[in-house]
């Protein structure tokens, strides 16, 4: 079983798609440090994507240390970064990529600001806290 959901999108690739939930599934504690997460075969077969695709799904959230493969295990949810400093430098990519969109839409900081602030409350309502 997947301890998460997708709903595709058009234009928007699947793994990345399926990379999205999954984190947003961590990260909103639906999914916890030490959870087992599917196999290549178990999340395709549930989210109705190619192993090939499942694969890169996995491996891209290990490379961002989000999954460690445990020998004789399997894959389990890793534990966060314990450094503060460390947890930052892992949305650098997206926080630029955000700021250039944003820009590009003509939104100020502060509606920026406003806008990230009422996704995460929306996230933190969706795991009831």
């Given at each position: 079983m997947v301890p998460f959901r997708l709903i595709p999108q058009p234009g928007v690739a699947i793994a990345e798609q399926v990379v999205f939930a999954a984190k947003?599934?961590?990260?909103?504690?639906?999914?916890?440090p030490g959870d087992a997460?599917?196999?290549?075969?178990?999340?395709g077969r549930a989210m109705k994507i190619h192993a090939n695709t499942a694969q890169k799904v996995i491996a891209q959230l290990t490379a961002e240390?989000?999954?460690e493969v445990r020998p004789g295990i399997g894959t389990v949810v890793a534990q966060p970064p314990?450094?503060?400093a460390g947890r930052g430098r892992l949305l650098a990519?997206?926080?630029?990529?955000?700021a250039v969109q944003a820009m590009q839409l003509g939104l100020s900081?502060?509606?920026?600001?406003?806008?990230?602030a009422e996704?995460?409350?929306?996230l933190h309502k969706e795991d009831g806290r």
């Open positions: 947003k599934a961590m990260f909103s504690g639906k999914i916890r997460f599917p196999s290549v075969r178990a999340l240390g989000l999954l314990a450094a503060r990519r997206d926080v630029e990529q955000l900081l502060d509606e920026l600001q406003t806008s990230i996704c995460w409350r929306g």
